[in-house]
């Protein structure tokens, strides 16, 4: 008796469902394929090795000699430049290479130090801010300028543009510019002009001197 009453309903709801668990399936496969195609776009670049060195300046104006310099706890291979002679704020902070900004606004908090608050509150991370990009992997860094970037995210600058200028914003003791050079994610012992800089951990305090060659291309 029960028999015939319960044949009929299994039967007509898997019909109906199996198109819907194929369309399901179909869907699951497309959404791991773009899974994968999305894990190979991201990693492949990753795992590609990084171009050569490029030539990279000092980040400040040709001919003048700079201080470069680290102390204890700072970060192996940032190095902190500071000027040997005249004012020191708004000093103009050069890109040390071509490339593109990718990078430039505000890290952590600004604070309040300036040329007429040289003591004002004491800010977060890197204050104002720049990132260049410059292919095959290379990247520059500067941080706790002054006032705003003059350069703008996605904007091709030149070796030598300015692209800032240097204050103490952020978590920052006193005017300077703090400077990175990275290889992928990885930072690097800073080279200038084809030179290393020596300054390789921050173990120790070092202040070392150089003169930049960060000058304009001769036309
Ligand atoms: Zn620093």
Not at 16 to 33: D, E, F, G, N, T
Not at 53 to 82: A, I, K, N
Request: proline fraction near 9%.
């Amino acid at each position: 008796m029960l028999g015939p009453v319960t044949t009929g309903r299994p039967t007509t709801a898997r019909s109906h469902r199996r198109p819907r668990s194929r369309a399901i399936r179909v869907l699951l496969a497309l959404v791991a394929a773009a899974a994968v195609l999305g894990v190979a776009v991201v990693a492949v670049p990753m795992l590609r090795p990084a171009g050569p060195r490029p030539l990279f300046q000092m980040p400040v104006t040709c001919g003048e000699t700079w201080q470069l310099s680290t102390y204890p706890g700072h970060d192996d291979y940032d190095v902190d430049f500071f000027p040997t002679e005249g004012e020191t704020w708004g000093r103009p902070v050069l890109a040390s290479y071509a490339g593109t900004v990718t990078v430039a606004g505000i890290n952590g908090s600004l604070g309040g130090r300036n040329p007429e608050n040289p003591d004002g509150p004491r800010g977060r991370g890197g204050g104002y801010w720049v990132k260049i990009d410059h292919g095959g992997k290379w990247e520059t860094q500067y941080l706790h300028m002054l006032e705003p970037p003059l350069v703008t995210v996605g904007q091709k600058v030149a070796q030598g543009d300015q692209i800032g200028r240097l204050g103490s914003t952020g978590n920052s003791g006193a005017p300077h510019l703090h400077y990175e050079q990275r290889r992928g994610w990885e930072k690097v012992e800073t080279h200038f002009d084809g030179t290393p800089s020596g300054i390789t951990t921050d173990e120790r305090e070092q202040i070392l001197r150089r003169v930049s060659n960060n000058c304009p291309a001769v036309p």
